[in-house]
């Protein structure tokens, strides 16, 4: 028989003791200034904290969590598709840095306990929308000629609010001998009010393409920037024309 002696010392150990939050924080990474949407393909963070009913963090939470995400959104973390399990190292909080929309929409992102499905949080509404930085045609006489570049939505219609996209711009020259070259800078040119504009020159007529390629990245579209030279004939200036055959 084993019976308790008066006056002995009783200690023991438990197992290990995990606790279950009492519902979740969910925090998206900042939108780029004056925007109130992130691109399609744009890379954002999310950070999903366990937190009490105190809305402290509960660093030895352990548990499955299930992600729902709205149609299209995916997160680049290799082996994240549909749910997480918390580890020691997470101490009660998880980021996932590499999380996109690949398609236009909105909608929330819902993170709920896997074993208590009244445990369960939503984050702020998301949008995205697919964005398009076009390069607009332009023609004139040799010498300096503005090239205008604007970041445009799925209406064509310029995107004011984005104030911070950067973009290089590269030449294709009809004649590749490389007199056409931007007179002001044309890489790392950051938007402005959803616009910019850079000066290209050329010394001989020829049509010259302007590829833009930006941060982040939007489906660019070129464009065409056409030079030619005026010339004295008997009856004053004129100016040579092009016309296009359809």
Do not use: C
Not at 47 to 69: D, F, P, W
Not at 214 to 241: A, C, D
């Amino acid at each position: 028989d084993i019976s308790y002696q008066d006056g002995a010392a009783i200690s023991g150990e438990s197992s290990q003791v995990f606790f279950t939050p009492s519902s979740f924080k969910i925090s998206i990474s900042e939108i780029p200034a004056n925007r109130d949407f992130f691109y399609t393909d744009e890379a954002f963070a999310v950070t999903i904290q366990a937190l009490s009913h105190k809305n402290e963090i509960t660093e030895n939470y352990r548990g499955e969590v299930i992600l729902q995400l709205p149609d299209g959104v995916v997160i680049g973390e290799e082996g994240i598709s549909s749910s997480y399990e918390f580890t020691e190292n997470d101490s009660g909080t998880k980021r996932f840095s590499n999380v996109s929309g690949t398609q236009e929409g909105e909608g929330v992102i819902v993170v709920t306990d896997s074993n208590y499905a009244d445990i369960s949080s939503e984050s702020a509404q998301l949008e995205f929308k697919k964005g398009w930085i076009v390069v607009e045609d332009n023609e004139g006489e040799v010498g300096d000629l503005n090239v205008k570049i604007k970041i445009v939505d799925n209406n064509n219609t310029i995107i004011s609010s984005d104030n911070t996209t950067i973009f290089s711009l590269t030449l294709k020259e009809e004649k590749s001998n490389g007199t056409a070259s931007f007179q002001s800078e044309s890489k790392d040119v950051k938007i402005t009010n959803g616009l910019a504009v850079v000066i290209l020159n050329d010394t001989e007529e020829e049509t010259v393409e302007v590829i833009p390629d930006s941060t982040p990245y939007l489906e660019p579209v070129k464009g065409s920037i056409k030079f030619f030279k005026s010339f004295i004939g008997n009856e004053g200036i004129r100016i040579r024309m092009w016309r296009e055959i359809k």
